[in-house]
């Protein structure tokens, strides 16, 4: 069974730091590339930040380039999402989504992530 799991959640304040970390099983990690995205309230899903199967290549929005870093490792079947110098804009639900290595498309389009972690929250407070 293929699963997701985020903890890592939290609140935080402004300028401060947190590391939401995914935890996958049930397929072979290292074949998939994965994928954070976050929701806020009332906005549309949006894209964060992806990073290629071997972790060679990272891809970044333009909100939170320079501030935030997506690592893997896959001993660990685990993706990472270093959040530094938080905004209450970063404020959302942050998603993890895996996508399978070799499909072509956009880094940022999620209809190409074929599976998604439940989503855990992220509050940064002014």
């Known amino acids: 069974q293929v699963q997701l799991v985020e903890p890592g959640g939290g609140l935080v304040q402004a300028g401060g730091s947190l590391r939401l970390s995914c935890a996958a099983s049930?397929?072979?990690?290292?074949?998939?590339?994965m994928g954070w995205f976050r929701q806020a309230p009332g906005k549309e899903r949006e894209f964060v930040a992806a990073?290629?199967?071997?972790?060679?290549?990272?891809y970044y929005a333009d909100s939170v380039k320079g501030r935030f870093t997506i690592s893997r490792d896959n001993a660990k079947n685990t993706v990472y999402l270093q959040m530094n110098s938080l905004k209450p804009e970063d404020t959302a639900v942050y998603y993890c989504?895996?996508?399978?290595?070799?499909?072509?498309?956009?880094?940022?389009?999620?209809?190409?992530?074929?599976?998604w972690g439940q989503g855990t929250q992220v509050t940064v407070s002014s």
């Open positions: 990073i290629s199967w071997t972790g060679g290549r990272t």
């Open positions: 049930g397929r072979t990690f290292s074949n998939y590339a």
């Open positions: 989504a895996e996508r399978k290595k070799g499909v072509i498309g956009s880094w940022s389009e999620g209809a190409l992530y074929d599976f």
